[in-house]
């Protein structure tokens, strides 16, 4: 089966699209991506890249993407050419609502500003922390010099274009760090709309990995993050899935229904990232990106394999419990919620109200939402829902 073949072009459908090239490895990456790499193997990618979004355009009757991504890797290794060329293909049928792309603080430079102008709607910067041993620490390219560069130049484009701002901020990291400090600094000094919060994880391979530092245990991990997400709500940000909180807006939601339309608008959330979120089709190209397709009643995976030069795309469908086990993980991942209509409508199941509820969770309305931390512990949370879902027919109310 085609790559193509796997999207409902009558609905709408997001556009990921993956960078696999960094200046220089990160210690703690396990990402596919890959530092210094030559001119003509860019080039050569951006062409393809280029054909691919083409090829996706001519399906799609005139209508543009509804979200796009261009993320890494560091798409700011491209030159603002490249980039460009690949952002105007995007937005050959009309600007997506949301367009972004992940650029490291050293790569961004007055030369991509006329694409916020016309393509890009958001930045969104790793910029990790405002330590100089941390940035160290985790190996990344830029020192705290560049960094502090690469964020006052984002507030400028900000200023200038009006595109909103994310910044990536690394947390859990040994205790001589306070992620608490770079929370602080990060809002009071540049306000971003969006910040994601992840916390360090040690991949099997990578070269922290193997220097074994003294990393905080699970336990002390959750009492962290929920720390940071007190200081952060204090800050005037809502955690609105486990590692994305977005600058409040306005008043909070006053109901459910208020709080799935915010989803759409009205929000600093990102939207492209909720599609995924909310299970919804989006098409992912590049070296190692995925991509989830609905038509008809089919779902479909797809994988493109780990090869810069010459990725192939794998398709497989999902057979009714894989669909299921997504669906719910996604739903749990966010503020707005799991879907019990869809759960009922789509898979035709319910969650009975005598079964053993997630901890952390409970139902309103149409929906099993986090309650204040239910979001640290999702990955359970599934677990508990799955076992304790029935058909709908063997539900007693
Ligand atoms: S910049 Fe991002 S993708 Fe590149 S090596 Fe560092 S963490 Fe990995």
């Known amino acids: 089966m085609q790559f193509k073949d796997c999207f409902d072009f009558s609905e709408p459908l997001s556009l990921y699209i993956h960078i696999p090239f960094c200046k220089s490895k990160c210690s703690y990456c396990a990402f596919y991506s890959k530092p210094c790499a030559k001119s003509f193997e860019i080039s050569d990618y951006t062409e393809r890249i280029l054909s691919e979004i083409r090829s996706l355009t001519n399906e799609m009757g005139g209508r543009p993407f509804y979200t796009a991504y261009i993320g890494g890797g560091n798409p700011g290794v491209l030159s603002v050419e490249q980039l460009g060329g690949i952002a105007e293909e995007v937005c050959k049928n009309g600007r997506p609502v949301e367009f972004s792309v992940e650029m490291n603080p050293e790569s961004i430079s007055y030369g991509h500003f006329r694409l916020f102008e016309n393509f890009f709607t958001r930045l969104s910067m790793g910029v990790q922390s405002l330590n100089e041993r941390a940035l160290k620490f985790l190996g990344r390219n830029s020192s705290l010099k560049e ?185 749990l991942r966010q503020k707005a919620g799991l879907s019990l209509e869809r759960l009922k409508k789509e898979f035709g199941k319910r969650l009975c109200p005598e079964k053993l509820m997630p901890a952390g969770y409970a139902i309103k309305g149409d929906y099993l939402v986090p309650e204040e931390e239910g979001f640290l512990t999702a990955d359970n949370a599934a677990i508990v829902v799955l076992d304790n879902i029935e058909d709908r027919a063997n539900c007693t109310d």
């Open 147 to 331: 960094t502090l560069k690469g964020l006052e130049l984002s507030q400028e484009l900000r200023n200038k274009t009006g595109c909103a701002l994310n910044y990536d901020i690394i947390s859990c990291l040994p205790e001589w760090h306070g992620t608490d400090n770079d929370i602080v600094k990060i809002v009071r000094d540049y306000a971003p709309e969006h910040i994601s919060l992840y916390a360090l994880t040690l991949e099997e391979g990578t070269p922290l990995f193997l220097q074994k530092p003294d990393l905080p245990d699970d336990d002390r991990q959750a009492v962290m993050l929920s720390e940071y997400r007190e200081l952060l709500d204090e800050l005037g940000y809502e955690h609105y899935e486990v590692s994305n909180y977005a600058k409040r807006t306005g008043a909070p939601a006053q109901n459910i229904l208020a709080e799935q339309n915010k989803s759409e608008k009205n929000t600093n959330r990102c939207l492209h990232n909720s599609v995924y979120w909310s299970y919804k089709q989006y098409a992912g190209i590049g070296a190692s990106a995925a991509s989830t397709g609905f038509k008809g009643s089919k779902a479909y995976r797809i994988e493109a394999s780990s090869d810069s030069r010459n990725w192939k795309y794998s398709v497989n469908e999902l057979g009714y419990t894989e669909k299921l086990e997504e669906f719910v993980l996604m739903g």
